[in-house]
Nanobody, 116 residues
Framework: QVQLVESGGGLVQPGGSLRLSCVAS????????MTWYRQAPGKERELVAV????????HSADSVKGRCTISRDNAKNTVYLQMNNLKPEDTAVYYC?????????WGQGTQVTVSS
């Protein structure tokens, strides 16, 4: 059974930091590109950052460049999103996604709220 379980979300003040984690099971994690998406209330889901299967290629959205870093540990079947200098506009549900060809898996999401 494929599972992606996100954690690490919460309430943080502007300028604060969070590290999200997504633990995968039920498929060969090291063969899949991993992506963090987010969806704010009333908005479409948007890509935050993506990392290739081996971790050699990374792309981040312009809105988070310089503030968010995606990484992965294939030995632990885990992908991370380190978020620094958080802003209120970063408030959203954050989802991790695993993709390889036609295969596409999603986690249930973790809420990040940036507010004073």
């Amino acid at each position: 059974q494929v599972q992606l379980v996100e954690s690490g979300g919460g309430l943080v003040q502007p300028g604060g930091s969070l590290r999200l984690s997504c633990v995968a099971s039920g498929f060969t994690f090291s063969n899949y590109a991993m992506t963090w998406y987010r969806q704010a209330p009333g908005k479409e889901r948007e890509l935050v950052a993506v990392i290739s299967s081996a971790g050699s290629s990374i792309h981040s959205a312009d809105s988070v460049k310089g503030r968010c870093t995606i990484s992965r540990d294939n030995a632990k079947n885990t992908v991370y999103l380190q978020m620094n200098n958080l802003k209120p506009e970063d408030t959203a549900v954050y989802y991790c996604n695993a993709a390889r060809g036609a295969k596409d898996y999603w986690g249930q999401g973790t809420q990040v709220t940036v507010s004073s």
